[in-house]
């Protein structure tokens, strides 16, 4: 697995779309930054030049943040995957191919989610007007958020590597992501027990987060986690059981 | 261990179509096998099962005497080039090897080099692999085979695209590999003359079903010979030589053209025996057969 893995990383840093993708994403946070800051020099009465408005537009980006997961994941199961067949004529098992993909390109991901973070507080902090809290609400959101990004890097992975074309990858993140909640709500409402599972649905969560947010109520929320986890186990459980019995062809 | 490659009843079905019928086949360390069959006779989908790409419906794949998960190991001494080699199109040759090369665990980097050199590619290490031609992505699957110094190669139309200089080069690598480097080869090429030049076994299949197994030696006695007619009236022709031999076995090719496989030796009587019943013989010879002319006859052409 090591070798694989060593063998992956060669190609991750070889490239170019990995490094061009991480670039437009900390460049468009410092572009919105900048323009807010801008925006408030301009007009004394212009209320969005603060770091509140800022980070809501992170925690209210759940959806976006996941298709930036998308071209990360893609990095290694795009076109790479008519290499497995070599890979696996070689004896690497599909276990590893599997697993060390993953690895890697949620590594890079969760080190391009770090370093935004760390310049979204950066930029919010001194560029724009903050509140007392705003660090630590920003913060708290984004852990709730955590869970479910991740859940839907693993629904990505999943997905790319049982072969799903990329139109099916987002129209089931879409139902997952954004529509799930009120077709629970609309689909379950009348079945006692079972109506208040929406609350547990992917949107619903981000929504309440970003609702919390801009509330400043938000706190820690374990429903985030159990969501998140009930997804990610079964989402790589199939998955990896799967792409183990799949032909590569 | 002196059987690389053994299979027991070796199974594929694909939507309830047996790709492989159960199979049996094994390969001896030293021979360079060629499997010779039709577009979908299922030797792509034999190779696929060997390299691990493809799950077998049944049966058992035993590489160097293991099975199981234990053949992981097994394929570390083995090449496998199944189809068209795949490769980062934008990676040069070099980089595309040293990607394989810490994959697989060789450790010396030197060996990458050594590899082009032996496939003739030394020259275009910098080419970026999309800028190939097709001959040359044949030739870095060869290299990518070789760089794990395997003691057995699997090739599946490993000539594809090659140019006459090129093949010319390929069959010599591969009979030096086997000759200096003792590596087993089990190949598989449309171009069968070139088998023929290589080949010291040839395997027949035919609709996931081996039909004939000959070694080099029996391919030269059971092809020894045959014999060709050219008459004004094939149907008439073979009407009469059902009803003078019972057991014939002959084919009508285009052109009122007829080659009889056995009965060979008996070319006078056939002959008389057709101009005394009217029918008009135009050519008459008597010739050996090439590997392609078994196979037709094997697996194709109008056989009684």
Same mark, same amino acid.
């Given at each position: 697995?090591?070798?694989?893995?060593?063998?992956?990383?060669?190609?991750?840093?070889?490239?170019?779309?990995?490094?061009?993708?991480?670039?437009?994403?900390?460049?468009?946070?410092?572009?919105?930054?900048?323009?807010?800051?801008?925006?408030?020099?301009?007009?004394?009465?212009?209320?969005?030049?603060?770091?509140?408005?800022?980070?809501?537009?992170?925690?209210?980006?759940?959806?976006?943040?996941?298709?930036?997961?998308?071209?990360?994941?893609?990095?290694?199961?795009?076109?790479?995957?008519?290499?497995?067949?070599?890979?696996?004529?070689?004896?690497?098992?599909?276990?590893?191919?599997?697993?060390?993909?993953?690895?890697?390109?949620?590594?890079?991901?969760?080190?391009?989610?770090?370093?935004?973070?760390?310049?979204?507080?950066?930029?919010?902090?001194?560029?724009?007007?903050?509140?007392?809290?705003?660090?630590?609400?920003?913060?708290?959101?984004?852990?709730?958020?955590?869970?479910?990004?991740?859940?839907?890097?693993?629904?990505?992975?999943?997905?790319?590597?049982?072969?799903?074309?990329?139109?099916?990858?987002?129209?089931?993140?879409?139902?997952?992501?954004?529509?799930?909640?009120?077709?629970?709500?609309?689909?379950?409402?009348?079945?006692?027990?079972?109506?208040?599972?929406?609350?547990?649905?992917?949107?619903?969560?981000?929504?309440?987060?970003?609702?919390?947010?801009?509330?400043?109520?938000?706190?820690?929320?374990?429903?985030?986690?159990?969501?998140?986890?009930?997804?990610?186990?079964?989402?790589?459980?199939?998955?990896?059981?799967?792409?183990?019995?799949?032909?590569?062809? | 261990?002196?059987?690389?490659?053994?299979?027991?009843?070796?199974?594929?079905?694909?939507?309830?179509?047996?790709?492989?019928?159960?199979?049996?086949?094994?390969?001896?360390?030293?021979?360079?096998?060629?499997?010779?069959?039709?577009?979908?006779?299922?030797?792509?989908?034999?190779?696929?099962?060997?390299?691990?790409?493809?799950?077998?419906?049944?049966?058992?794949?035993?590489?160097?005497?293991?099975?199981?998960?234990?053949?992981?190991?097994?394929?570390?001494?083995?090449?496998?080039?199944?189809?068209?080699?795949?490769?980062?199109?934008?990676?040069?040759?070099?980089?595309?090897?040293?990607?394989?090369?810490?994959?697989?665990?060789?450790?010396?980097?030197?060996?990458?080099?050594?590899?082009?050199?032996?496939?003739?590619?030394?020259?275009?290490?910098?080419?970026?692999?999309?800028?190939?031609?097709?001959?040359?992505?044949?030739?870095? %699957?060869?290299?990518?085979? @070789? &760089?794990?110094?395997?003691?057995? #190669? *699997?090739?599946?139309?490993?000539?594809?695209? =090659?140019?006459?200089?090129?093949?010319?080069?390929?069959?010599?690598?591969?009979?030096?590999?086997?000759?200096?480097?003792?590596?087993?080869?089990?190949?598989?090429?449309?171009?069968?003359?070139?088998?023929?030049?290589?080949?010291?076994?040839?395997?027949?299949?035919?609709?996931?079903?081996?039909?004939?197994?000959?070694?080099?030696?029996?391919?030269?006695?059971?092809?020894?010979?045959?014999?060709?007619?050219?008459?004004?009236?094939?149907?008439?022709?073979?009407?009469?030589?059902?009803?003078?031999?019972?057991?014939?076995?002959?084919?009508?090719?285009?052109?009122?053209?007829?080659?009889?496989?056995?009965?060979?030796?008996?070319? %006078?009587?056939?002959?008389? @025996? &057709?101009?005394?019943?009217?029918? #008009? *013989?135009?050519?008459?010879?008597?010739?050996? =057969?090439?590997?392609?002319?078994?196979?037709?006859?094997?697996?194709?052409?109008?056989?009684?």
């Amino acid at each position: 697995m090591i070798n694989y893995l060593k063998s992956e990383n060669y190609r991750l840093l070889h490239k170019k779309g990995l490094h061009i993708t991480s670039v437009i994403c900390l460049v468009l946070i410092a572009a919105a930054a900048a323009v807010l800051y801008y925006s408030g020099q301009q007009d004394q009465n212009f209320p969005y030049a603060t770091s509140l408005f800022f980070y809501s537009n992170v925690i209210g980006s759940g959806i976006l943040i996941i298709i930036v997961a998308f071209l990360f994941n893609l990095a290694l199961t795009g076109k790479d995957t008519s290499l497995i067949k070599q890979s696996v004529s070689f004896g690497v098992s599909r276990n590893t191919i599997f697993w060390s993909k993953l690895i890697l390109t949620l590594s890079y991901f969760l080190a391009i989610c770090a370093v935004g973070l760390l310049l979204m507080i950066g930029l919010g902090e001194n560029l724009l007007a903050s509140e007392e809290q705003s660090v630590r609400y920003f913060l708290s959101a984004s852990i709730n958020m955590f869970p479910i990004v991740i859940s839907g890097f693993f629904i990505i992975h999943v997905l790319k590597m049982l072969r799903f074309g990329e139109v099916y990858i987002i129209i089931t993140l879409l139902f997952i992501f954004i529509f799930s909640g009120d077709l629970l709500r609309m689909l379950l409402r009348p079945i006692s027990g079972l109506n208040e599972l929406y609350k547990y649905a992917p949107s619903t969560l981000l929504n309440e987060n970003l609702m919390s947010f801009l509330n400043k109520a938000v706190q820690f929320d374990y429903h985030y986690w159990v969501t998140g986890i009930v997804i990610s186990v079964f989402s790589l459980l199939i998955g990896a059981r799967k792409f183990a019995k799949q032909n590569i062809n | 261990m002196d059987t690389i490659i053994q299979t027991y009843q070796l199974k594929k079905t694909f939507k309830e179509e047996d790709i492989i019928k159960p199979l049996d086949f094994s390969l001896r360390k030293g021979e360079i096998c060629a499997l010779i069959g039709k577009n979908g006779a299922g030797k792509s989908t034999f190779f696929k099962m060997l390299a691990g790409q493809l799950m077998p419906t049944g049966g058992d794949i035993h590489l160097f005497g293991k099975s199981g998960k234990e053949m992981i190991h097994s394929k570390k001494r083995m090449g496998f080039m199944i189809e068209t080699p795949e490769f980062f199109p934008d990676f040069t040759a070099t980089q595309n090897l040293e990607y394989f090369r810490i994959q697989r665990g060789v450790i010396e980097k030197k060996r990458i080099y050594e590899v082009l050199q032996i496939v003739g590619l030394a020259n275009q290490k910098k080419k970026r692999f999309k800028d190939y031609s097709m001959g040359m992505k044949q030739r870095l %699957g060869i290299a990518l085979c @070789l &760089l794990g110094s395997p003691d057995c #190669l *699997v090739l599946d139309e490993p000539i594809n695209g =090659l140019d006459a200089e090129g093949i010319i080069e390929i069959r010599n690598l591969l009979l030096r590999l086997n000759q200096e480097k003792q590596i087993t080869i089990l190949v598989s090429s449309h171009i069968l003359t070139e088998l023929q030049l290589l080949a010291t076994r040839f395997v027949f299949i035919k609709n996931g079903v081996i039909v004939d197994d000959l070694s080099k030696e029996n391919l030269n006695d059971k092809s020894k010979k045959q014999v060709q007619l050219k008459v004004d009236d094939a149907a008439k022709a073979s009407r009469l030589l059902e009803q003078a031999y019972a057991d014939i076995q002959y084919k009508v090719l285009p052109n009122h053209i007829i080659t009889i496989q056995n009965h060979v030796e008996k070319g %006078g009587e056939i002959n008389r @025996l &057709l101009v005394d019943n009217g029918v #008009l *013989v135009m050519e008459f010879r008597m010739e050996a =057969l090439n590997l392609e002319e078994y196979f037709l006859g094997l697996v194709e052409g109008n056989e009684k």
